[in-house]
């Protein structure tokens, strides 16, 4: 699936790493595809023009600190993850909780593909195709009650494998597990969805294996990685940047031109292509990060001038 207002924008964010048991200054350059496989897809078709970002940017510039707080460590320490078996929680104010085995939905569905732009809040940027389900459909399986207006995501805890949960020092300062959240209309838009694949392969480990978030008109950090529990509440949950630095990142977080982080611009980004991140191409950030048709009534009587 093509969305409409793709253009040539995208971005990713990420998560953190541990004393003694991270090479985070190695030089090894990982192979790419080694701890993935080809997945079972409806592969979107590419329109004249959309430029997709290259698969060994997309898995080497990263932030996912439980990896490693530099761009290039989680890739580099991605072998800590062992994301089979998975299973995934889906729990809360539903009539029908259920945990899902991931691997065995993986391998027995024909997933969708889309290409998203990404952007992320370090104001740089992406497109990627992504393979995976609606959000939505999985959260219609469990039946929300009227009490469910969040949706709560958490991601895995276990400092062996994830070794920046160890500390706040090795993480960036974060109190782990990771958690984000969702009102429940954003949850249940056509957008939003749960990523198992990238460039038709099975997810790195880098990039959130065996399942993460991918909600393409908010900043990168709202899109979860290595995901173990959806929980439908009825109170705003808490997120991990807004509990981290509430000044600067905000519950909704929704990409926007006009609203500056507090240290920098969000006036324009750098889409990673062929060049590096230093080398990319600067371009104006579109208002939702163009998917303005798609999402912009979920936010009618919002001050969208103001940080949220």
Known sequence: LILKGLGLGAATLAFPTQAGVLDLFSADKPTLGATTRPLNIHAATR?????????????THNNFYELGTDKG???????????????????????KPFTLDVWDLINKSTLEERIYRLRCVEAWSMVLPWSGISLAELIRRAEPNSRAKFVAFETLYDP??????????????????YVEGLRIDEAMNPLSFLAMGLYGKTLPAQNGAPIRLVVPWKYGFKSIKSIVSIRLVEERPPTTWNLLASNEYGFYANVNPQVDHPRWSQASERFIGE???FGAKRQPTLMFNGYADEVASLYQGMDLRKWY
């Open 73 to 95: 460590d989680p890739a580099r320490n991605a072998h800590y993850l062992k994301p089979e078996p998975w299973q995934l929680r889906v729990e809360g104010e539903v009539a």
């Open 275 to 277: 060049g590096g991140i």
């Open 47 to 59: 329109p004249e023009g959309v430029i997709l970002t290259p698969e060994e940017k997309a898995t």
């Open 160 to 177: 062996e494998q994830l070794p920046g949960q160890a500390s706040r020092s090795l993480g960036g300062g974060i109190d782990y597990p």
